[in-house]
């Protein structure tokens, strides 16, 4: 075993080698929050009632947040409202309104003071964890969606933390392998911890139920977070430029789990370890997503003969009165494939190592003239809610008693880049392991107005970087692009750059003239390329200096050798 100070960085799910990254500094902002709700009836509604989860302050070794001016209005004005602990401590409101049949809305604001502070956390509690206090010993047991009972969680589990003597190197085993295992796609089919483990693909609910499951199953207590991510980006220093991260807003699900010697402290199983970032608003805690359902909940009955469901809208508005970030990370060689984020830990453990996946064969021009393309060719980051409106988006309703029905809150988040703005030039890598005849790249967008032409660059990979334009996609006018709800693939015709790829790297760039108002949708985390691989800079720059933590979602047609 090694005893060491560890700097870990935590992502989410992409190819690559030795991704732990060590991160040291703080975050510290003040945020004014304001979360609008409104309902509006299908018909005459008999009762309608809303529960709201009140932040609470919290504190741990590394994030803290303080919430102060909390203020609730109802309009109208409800015809009772009450307020009450659940048995986790959560702070709900409850509020109703009886015989309605007009809109009513919900605005909750408060005052969020949130802080990181990263440096070395001593962690000396031994594995197996040994007796644990009985108000914790509720988030060891199995649930419907954290199956810690299921026989292949368990045989995973138990081979991951085989060997193991300290806590601190269980945890990181064992989100090592979930950070590898898993991809990130909204929204999946299930959200429970036994679909994830079984498909390796969900949304932030599967990615905490599968690390709660594993670790349960071993005698670690975790608890379900419930909160708010805001989109405010921030940067990180690095040894050769800055990694910028950036959230989709909106609501999201992470973890706590338990040190004998230090207490609760969080975890986002997709993203960072041992802490969150100061981006994120906790407001509810529970055994699993199944229990967290008190904030945002919404429960009807409806008169006789009313056909249809209410339509919700939700919408969350963050101002950053104040914001600082001094934050900077370091690459180790050990780790996960996929991107993670640790702050320094002195622990007892044993670094993990990846292999490489190989390098793309090498391929002559001679080869390339020889081969016949006609095996049809589809790869990307192909996985996005598409055609949805984000604002209007809500958990199905479902019948919860006699005549009762009830909607919970949605995790489904917008994640988007601004891509034709005037100051910023956006890139994504893609990489090719044989022959292609190019036809056409799609990228996910979401067109609101403007005017003018945009068009793709395919540039070479310049030592992980883009390099010199190779070919260059026909131009469209914006009114050659639909108007449409949310977002959907536009195809960018490179038929007439009559292009031959040898397998490697290459690299999309957006490009624009006039005056688009564009989004480009993307995906939490790397599903699909090198941690690396998305990349910016100013337009008047030459070096693609910044990276960023997530991926854009794209797709390359064509037809690849046989």
């Known amino acids: 075993m090694q005893k060491t100070a560890v700097w870990l960085l935590c992502v989410f799910g992409m190819p690559g080698f030795a991704e732990n990254y060590l991160i040291q500094g703080e975050q510290a902002s003040t945020i004014q929050y304001m979360l609008t709700q409104r309902v509006e009836p299908a018909g005459k509604t008999q009762y309608l009632k809303f529960s709201f989860v009140i932040p609470a302050d919290y504190q741990s070794p590394t994030y803290s947040q303080e919430i102060t001016d909390f203020n609730m209005r109802f309009n109208p004005p409800p015809a009772s409202q009450k307020n009450t602990t659940d048995n986790r401590g959560n702070a709900v409101i409850l509020a109703e309104w009886n015989n309605l049949s007009h809109p009513v809305e919900a605005v909750m604001t408060f005052t969020a003071r949130t802080r990181n502070v990263l440096s070395q956390i001593k962690l000396s509690a031994p594995f197996p964890v040994g007796s644990v206090p009985g108000d914790i010993r509720d988030f060891l047991r199995p649930t419907r969606q954290v199956q810690s009972d299921d026989a292949g969680i368990q045989s995973r589990a138990v081979q991951i933390v085989s060997g193991v003597t300290t806590q ?117 805690i529970g055994v699993d997503n199944n229990e967290t359902v008190n904030d945002g909940m919404v429960k009807y009955r409806q008169e006789k003969g009313v056909s249809g469901t209410p339509r919700f809208q939700e919408v969350i508005d963050a101002r950053f009165l104040s914001d600082h970030v001094r934050l900077a990370m370091e690459k180790q060689n050990y780790g996960p494939r996929n991107m993670l984020l640790v702050p320094a830990v002195l622990a007892s453990f044993t670094p993990v190592r990846v292999e490489p996946p190989p390098p793309p064969p090498r391929v002559t021009e001679e080869q390339l003239r020889r081969f016949q393309y006609t095996e049809r060719f589809i790869f990307g980051n192909l996985d996005f809610p598409l055609g949805v409106n984000f604002i209007d988006t809500r958990s199905p309703a479902q019948q919860s008693a006699q005549d009762e029905f009830e909607m919970h809150k949605n995790f489904l988040v917008e994640t988007a880049e601004y891509v034709t703005t005037q100051a910023t030039q956006y890139a994504q890598v893609f990489v090719l392991r044989k022959p292609v005849q190019l036809k056409y790249i799609s990228l996910a967008l979401h067109k609101f107005g403007g005017d003018g032409q945009v068009w793709i660059d395919l540039m070479a990979d310049d030592d992980g970087r883009p390099g010199r334009v190779i070919g260059t996609s026909d131009f469209m006018t914006l009114s050659q692009i639909p108007q449409k709800q949310g977002y959907d693939w536009v195809n960018f015709d490179f038929n007439r750059s009559d292009l031959t790829l040898p397998p490697g790297s290459y690299w999309i760039g957006f490009g624009f003239t006039g005056s688009p108002i564009m989004n480009w949708f993307y995906t939490y985390g790397k599903p699909v390329g090198p941690p690396d691989g998305t990349r910016y800079k100013g337009v008047y720059d030459e070096d693609w200096s910044g990276a960023l933590s997530y991926e854009f979602n794209y797709r390359v047609l064509g037809f690849a050798a046989q």
């Open 168 to 284: 601190f190197d269980a945890v990181q085993r064992i989100l090592t392998w979930v950070v590898d295992h898993m991809r990130y796609v909204t929204p999946p089919e299930q959200y429970d911890a036994a679909y994830s483990f079984r498909t390796g693909k969900g949304n932030c609910q599967n990615y905490s139920h599968l690390a709660a499951a594993l670790m349960r199953h071993v005698g670690i207590p975790v608890r379900i977070v419930n909160g708010v991510t805001l989109k405010e980006p921030y940067t990180i220093r690095t040894g050769d430029g800055e990694f910028t991260f950036k959230m989709g807003q909106g609501r999201h699900s992470w973890v706590e789990i338990w040190f004998p010697d230090v207490g609760w402290v969080p975890f986002e199983p997709q993203q960072t370890a041992l802490f969150v970032s100061n981006r994120f608003v906790r407001c509810e």
